[in-house]
């Protein structure tokens, strides 16, 4: 043990600089080290809710492997489809933020309602609304109940907005019926839950 003791306080600023040295080039490792990336596709400009995409709206980035969210879509899945809302500049494209009015899920179909702007500001793709159609004396009649936003699209020169809802073909039909007499109005509403 005496011998041990010797030889380190002998050795100190040796093994002092050894150790420095191995610091340092730990912490130089650890920080200039790359991080794991994956191919993304995003949004190459600004784009607005119920935009159609186009090939020249998507670039590819490189994103560290924990910044990828879950869905990536694929080029070939996005081009042509609709987005859910809007998208700013470098935002990753995700199974979520594009619709296919084709795929809405088995029996549903997209119908599309013209509400007033400062309803659509209040909505998000993936709320549920009953909608509404209000007569020139103000009474309301129901004529779809909890039916799934899918997109919303903002007209400001207009001051309205069309909103995309998924429903069964019963429901997109007297959608259509009661667009055509009635002004519409969209009440967001909780989903309701099967027990």
């Known amino acids: 043990m005496e011998s041990a003791v010797r030889f380190v306080l002998t050795h100190r600023r040796v093994l002092a600089a050894t150790l420095t040295g191995l610091a340092v080039w730990a912490a130089v490792t650890a920080v200039t080290r790359s991080p794991d990336t994956r191919e993304v596709l995003v949004a190459a400009r600004d784009l607005g809710s119920g935009a159609t995409v186009l090939r020249s709206d998507l670039e590819t980035r490189r994103l560290p492997d924990s910044a990828v969210p879950a869905g990536l879509a694929a080029s070939p899945e996005i081009v042509g489809r609709a987005l859910a809302g809007p998208m700013r500049a470098g935002e990753v494209f995700t199974d979520r933020r594009v619709v296919d009015p084709r795929d809405l899920g088995r029996g549903r179909v997209l119908s599309t309602v013209e509400v007033s702007s400062a309803t659509a500001e209040l909505l998000r793709p993936g709320d549920a609304v009953d909608l509404l ?9 129901p004529v779809a109940e909890a039916v799934e936003v899918v ?4 007209d400001p020169e207009r001051e309205t907005a069309v909103l995309g809802v998924a429903a069964d073909p019963e429901v997109a039909t007297l959608v259509a019926r009661a667009s055509v007499t009635a002004r519409l109005a969209a009440v967001v509403v909780t989903r309701h839950r099967a027990p």
């Open 133 to 141: 159609a209000v007569a020139e004396e103000g009474a309301a009649e």
């Open 151 to 154: 997109t919303v699209r903002s």
